[in-house]
């Protein structure tokens, strides 16, 4: 069966300071990968979608990027964070062919300080 | 108008109460639809994916409106585990990458 893990759960930052989230997905090949956020209260918003290796779409233009080194393994990074990029970032697969149906990761929850 | 919109309620309801959700959306050309739940602080999870004859799990029962563009989940004989944001999401073209998700329905069974 398929599993999906992202890491670390909580992490509390200081604003200027790098991030790195990453998520990696088991027992599936060349799945879309999804990163998303939601801010406290709010719905969900795609930062970034990916349908293979080295394959990147941004949605919302701001100071995270993405990448996608191997074909189950996707990174959130940030080279300097701001207050306004606390959230809960939450990674999620689906197969490549079919209806779409994304499956979550537990989420890592930041906050910048 | 949004691409997807829900009612935020809350929705406070009675254990044992049948309680319903609607959800609209905008793209005449959608495809597939599906409802997430997701608890405080947790991840969405897949509650059901909605068919275009109407389809049934246990206490809940999805159902399309195609003509009027709204897709619907009823739960009978609410349980107090049943308390949770139901998210709504579409898939505007089969296949396609993205989904689009409601900003969610919050149900709060009261005992």
Redesign the interface.
């Known amino acids: 069966s398929q599993t999906i893990h992202q890491w670390p759960a909580t992490l509390v930052q200081p604003v200027g300071s790098p991030l790195s989230l990453e998520c990696t997905v088991e027992g599936t090949s060349n799945p879309?990968l999804y990163w998303y956020r939601q801010a406290a209260g709010?719905?969900?918003q795609?930062l970034f979608?990916s349908?293979g290796i080295g394959q990147i779409?941004s949605e919302v233009p701001q100071n995270l990027s993405a990448s996608r080194p191997q074909d189950r393994q996707f990174i959130l990074s940030s080279k300097k964070l701001l207050l306004s990029d606390s959230g809960?970032y939450?990674c999620a697969w689906?197969n490549p062919?079919?209806?779409?149906?994304?499956?979550?990761?537990?989420?890592t929850?930041l906050s910048v300080l | 108008r949004k691409e997807v919109e829900q009612d935020p309620g809350p929705f406070n309801v009675p254990e044992g109460a049948t309680v319903a959700f609607n959800c609209t959306y905008s793209n005449s050309a959608s495809q597939s639809f599906f409802w997430y739940r997701q608890d405080c602080r947790k991840e969405p999870k897949l509650l059901m994916s909605v068919y275009s004859s109407g389809n049934e799990d246990g206490r809940f029962t999805a159902q399309l409106n195609r003509a009027s563009q709204y897709i619907s989940l009823l739960i009978r004989d609410s349980k107090l585990s049943d308390s949770a944001t139901y998210l709504c999401v579409v898939n505007p073209r089969g296949g396609y990458q993205k989904v689009t998700f409601g900003t969610g329905t919050k149900l709060q069974v009261i005992p």
Do not use: C, D, E
Request: charged fraction near 10%; avoid cysteine.
């Open positions: 879309n709010r719905g969900l795609l979608y349908v779409s809960f939450l689906s062919s079919g209806v779409n149906i994304q499956y979550f990761g537990a989420g929850r």
